[in-house]
């Protein structure tokens, strides 16, 4: 089983900046991908970015794609989302998420098996 937990949310203005992190335990050493989503009542939990944890590969939602950047602390078994140049619509619930599985859909919430808690990102004047 994997823990994961997350921290870094909060309110902030348009154009401003938040890092999300993401903290794993448990059985860390089985999880090959890390990714963020985020939901909105009444969508989808939307894939951001996901990061192939035993290699640098990354994958990005067109909407987030030159303002997000997710990147990993091995050390800590840690994943972060640093997050740029925020927008209104970027305002959601943001899950965490890791599996171990070897083939995924990147940015596609069935191929993840262990979830956070979340944490609340607003983006408001």
């Known amino acids: 089983q994997v823990q994961l937990v997350e921290s870094g949310g909060g309110s902030v203005q348009p154009g401003g900046t938040l890092r999300l992190s993401c903290a794993a335990t448990?059985?860390?050493?089985?999880?090959?991908?890390m990714a963020w989503f985020r939901q909105v009542p009444g969508k989808e939990r939307e894939g951001v970015a996901t990061?192939?944890?035993?290699?640098?590969?990354?994958w990005y939602a067109a909407s987030v794609k030159g303002r997000f950047t997710i990147s990993q602390d091995n050390a800590k078994n840690t994943v972060y989302l640093q997050m740029n140049s925020l927008k209104p619509e970027d305002t959601a619930m943001y899950y965490c998420?890791?599996?171990?599985?070897?083939?995924?859909?990147?940015?596609?919430?069935?191929?993840?098996?262990?979830w956070g808690q979340g944490t609340q990102v607003t983006v408001s004047s």
């Open positions: 998420g890791a599996t171990g599985r070897s083939v995924i859909v990147t940015l596609n919430a069935d191929s993840f098996d262990y």
């Open positions: 990061l192939y944890t035993r290699g640098s590969a990354t």
């Open positions: 448990g059985d860390s050493y089985s999880i090959r991908y």
